[in-house]
């Protein structure tokens, strides 16, 4: 019974720790509080799982620019389901050239700028919405290809944390058009 105690006290000290550590810049307690936030975005399929995952622990491991490519896989692949959920009807017709026919598809043949130019066509998200969503594949392809950016622990701090808002927020929406 009383070890059931102390150990109850310590991880509501190790809780409360987080907090306050995950206040300074360069802690590493920011990344449990990321982990946190990652908790609360339920009904990922096991694959985007996988890949979010991979990317907590890209950061973890201080690999900042995995964490990015990890991160926006776990992302595309979220929206590329999105995208194809309706059997590829509304896409089709927005976009009548592509005759896409399934996700595979999807993926093999249209580059991820257009994917998310038709997430703007689908009304999924607005025109700053969709810019912002270039904005994180920019930094994506810096961290993917051989480039002069190194970010650190804040700036893929704040590229997870943005990609997973943008999930949460387009996981609530339906595809209309």
């Not at 300074?24 to 920011?30: A, V």
């Amino acid at each position: 019974m009383i070890v059931k105690e102390w150990f109850k006290k310590a991880k509501g000290f190790e809780v409360e720790a987080h907090k306050i550590f995950g206040t300074q810049e360069d802690s590493k307690s920011r990344i449990v509080t990321l982990r946190s936030s990652y908790q609360t975005l339920a009904n990922l399929n096991l694959k985007q799982d996988d890949l979010f995952r991979q990317a907590l622990t890209c950061l973890e491991k201080e690999c900042y620019r995995a964490a990015h490519v990890m991160a926006w896989a776990a992302f595309m692949d979220f929206l590329e389901n999105k995208l194809t959920e309706d059997g590829c009807k509304k896409l089709n017709k927005i976009r009548p050239k592509w005759k896409i026919k399934n996700i595979d598809d999807l993926r093999e043949t249209i580059t991820e700028y257009q994917i998310i130019e038709s997430v703007f066509l689908l009304n999924l998200c607005t025109k700053s919405e969709t810019k912002a969503l270039q904005g994180l594949l920019n930094k994506r392809n810096e961290c993917a290809h051989p480039t002069d950016y190194y970010p650190g622990l804040n700036e893929t701090l704040g590229f997870l944390s943005e990609v997973l808002s943008r999930t949460t927020v387009l996981k609530n929406k339906k595809l209309f058009n």
